[in-house]
């Protein structure tokens, strides 16, 4: 019997060895294109007058290629989105995870799961025909698409993801810590947020990781209610992320325009790569 069990594990520890070698790889190939094909551009541009510029003109006679519009309002919506968001669905996997009886979390996480299967365009697509008037109309406003409207819309695409792996972290969290907190006299809301949560902290981590690289990602949806205009970031103008910038030129530009774009791409991927090495390391450090 155990003959027959080496062999087989052998197998598939190649298998599993195979694989990350191949998501190794497609993260090195990205990498090396992005910086091959991004760079020229930052060499002719200037990295200062590229990264520090204040004005996108691609197609004018005199182009300029400033992108700092594109880095605040990115971090900018990022940011807002993540207040909006993680509030709304750390609460939620509480209220499947630990408050909501079987039949009322039965009925609630389909929902959330739906949500998750949405198309990017789609969240678009209601935003600029719902949202985008209503904002119009209710601040009075000559047009309401601007980055308010990309936040509202970034918060909704990123509640699946933090409310499914934050409800599985809270769910991980052995019932013997719960029940010795409510032997001492605790509440259970006092039980929930004083050991639950921070007995969950970790995944709960996660879940926000996830939710910034998915509202930092994000292009279709944002492309539809933020206006797609290379404006410095103000709440209620409309304004152009990095990945907006990237969608809304790259099927007509050429030469230096395009390069510039490469270049926006690869600031984007640095960006990402910093977020996620910030955050994993502390991560670390908090699990030490």
Known sequence: MKQKIRPMEKIMSGVF????????????????YLIISGLPAIRQIGLAEFLLGDKWASTASEPKFGILPFILTSIYGTCGAILIGVPVGFMTA???????????????RPAVELLAGIPSVVYGLIGMMVLVPAVREAFDLPDGASLFCAIIVLAVVLLPSIISVSENALKAVPREYEEASLALGATQIETIFKVSAPAASSGIAAAVVLGIGRAIGEAMAIMMVAGNVANMPSLFASVRFLTTAVASEMAYASGLQRQALYSIALVLFVFIMIINIVLNSLLKRKGD
């Not at 060895?17 to 090396?32: E, H, K, P, Q, T």
């Not at 509480?94 to 609630?108: G, H, I, M, Y």
Request: charged share 5%.
């Open 17 to 32: 060895l195979f694989c990350g070698i191949i998501a190794i790889a497609f993260v090195l190939f990205i990498s090396i």
């Open 94 to 108: 509480v209220f499947l995870a630990k408050v909501a009886s079987p039949k009322v979390a039965a009925v609630v």
